[in-house]
């Protein structure tokens, strides 16, 4: 038999593995159910959607659009390159795309080689001498094919690719998650900078009060007692600042590290009183099938689930190979590829099970189960996903309300103390009055800032629910040319 002979073979092996028609065959004789979503019913509106619903939604613009300030745009991009939770992601993606091809690569013949030498020596009582010394050599190629008759081998590659396309879903969910983050610290950072300026201003203020009441101390017109107060109240707008400052290092840290960089100081845009959050349409509740990372990641593991039933299935059927070697041998190296190979074998093989104690049962019984597993934690995504939505339009409608009622609050308690310090100083007023309305003012300015940090809080958080930036392509995520 020739080498010819050999390649004729393997020729053919391989040609029957692509060949379209074959293929066809073995995917009618696929074994398993083939995936169909579950059916799952969602309301017509969001719980709290305002306006009419429609097919235009927040998510549908690029972070860029949604968050306007220039400092922050920086901080996301840097993130988006930098950030090593997304580098972990990004090469989670690389396996799983890898383990496609492992898993695919059993739908083809396994073509491998092998040698030997050997070298022995003997005693042969008829020969002069009584020892004799024998070389041998030999090389062949062996040739190994599984034909996916039951489509076991299809379905563990079905499985895989769905794998493969969940931790892309996990690395673009990680991809929102890090922007959300992103924004909301940077937007935490600015109510805190806001915080320590209404601070400073308070100290100046009790400064300037306590300045006042010595010198009417010193004079005779007052008690010490009026003095002792402002001075604690000085005093306590201190240690409000070293506590804010210790904060405002704290969250520019989380910040860095969210952009993979070493603790250091964060640059500011937009002061957080001239923040505006932008418009937030909704968008249809059927769209965040579509655009949820976390939701389409449960789809790809019920699709994983549904493949693996598959398996299952076929492991109760016989597997049928083809297997062949061929090769040479000789008692000289240089001769061994000179010869006509002598070594062969061409062979077909069945192999299927018959008892193994319920093991395969059992398997298919697991694999059915979670498959119910994965349609539960779908549909329980999906509520989750409704939820998040309108928890975020609850917030984002009732701190329309409650910044109205602060900034009412804010600017009569700023007249009261201006009306309080000029009755004090003529007279008509004690500085209990006036030191009731400071320390009523400066609380009240931090709920203020905390609602209008809030209410941008509610935009990322509404954007990351619906899905935003889901049909960005994966490199637009991080152009910056794009994003400038």
């Not at 193994?356 to 189960?369: F, K, S, T, W």
């Not at 009523?440 to 203020?448: K, N």
Request: hydrophobic residues 45%.
């Amino acid at each position: 038999m020739k080498v010819s002979r050999l390649v004729a073979v393997l020729a053919v092996m391989v040609a029957v593995s692509g060949c379209s028609t074959t293929t066809a065959a073995l995917r009618h004789l696929q074994v398993g159910p083939n995936y169909e979503r579950p059916a799952t019913q969602l309301p017509e509106r969001f719980r709290g959607q305002a306006d009419s619903a429609d097919a235009a939604s927040l998510a549908d613009l690029p972070w860029w659009n949604v968050f306007g300030d220039p400092a922050l745009q920086r901080l996301v991009r840097e993130a988006l390159e930098n950030n090593y939770d997304l580098k972990t992601a990004i090469a989670r993606v690389e396996q799983f795309r890898a383990q496609v091809g492992v898993a695919a690569s059993d739908l083809y013949p396994q073509v491998g080689y092998g040698g030997a030498a050997a070298r022995e020596k003997t005693f042969v009582p008829l020969v002069p001498g009584g020892n004799h010394t024998m070389n041998f050599f030999s090389g062949v190629l062996d040739v190994a094919w599984e034909i996916d008759v039951w489509g076991r081998i299809r379905r563990s590659t079905e499985a895989a690719r769905a794998q493969f396309l969940a931790s892309a879903d996990v690395r673009r969910g990680v991809m929102l998650s890090l922007v959300s983050n992103v924004a909301a610290g940077y937007f935490r950072l600015l109510e805190l900078d806001r915080e320590r300026e209404i601070a400073r201003s308070s100290a100046e203020t009790y400064q300037q009060t306590l300045d006042f009441f010595t010198q009417r101390y010193e004079g005779g017109k007052d008690t010490k007692l009026s003095t002792s107060r402002a001075e604690a109240s000085l005093a306590a707008s201190f240690a409000t600042i070293a506590r804010l400052d210790e904060a405002i290092l704290q969250q520019e840290n989380a910040i860095r590290e969210l952009l993979g960089a070493p603790p250091g100081p964060i640059d500011r845009g937009t002061p957080l009183t001239t923040q505006s959050p932008p418009a937030a349409p909704l968008g249809l509740t059927s769209d965040l099938l579509q655009r949820r990372p976390d939701i389409l990641r449960a789809e790809q593991d019920m699709v994983t689930a549904n493949a693996e039933i598959g398996v299952a299935v076929a492991n109760f059927f016989p597997r049928i190979g083809l297997a062949a070697f061929y090769g040479g041998g000789s008692d000289d190296i240089g001769d061994m590829f000179k010869r006509d190979f002598s070594i062969w074998n061409i062979a077909g093989s069945v192999s299927g099970p018959i008892f193994q104690g319920g093991r395969l049962v059992e398997q298919y019984r697991a694999r059915q189960a979670f498959w119910d597993e994965t349609i539960a934690a779908y549909r329980g995504t999906i509520i989750q996903a409704l939820r998040e939505v309108a928890d975020a339009l609850a917030s984002q409608s009732k701190l329309v309300e409650r910044r109205a009622a602060q900034e009412r609050q804010v600017k009569a308690l700023a007249q009261a103390v201006e009306l309080s310090l000029d009755r004090y100083r003529m007279g008509l007023a004690n500085y209990y009055e006036v030191l009731e309305a400071e320390q009523q003012l400066y609380p009240a300015e931090d709920a203020l800032a905390q609602s209008q940090r809030d209410q941008l809080l509610t935009v990322v958080t509404l954007y990351k629910a619906l899905g935003g930036g889901w049909n960005l392509a994966e490199d637009a995520w991080t152009d910056v040319q794009r994003a400038r």
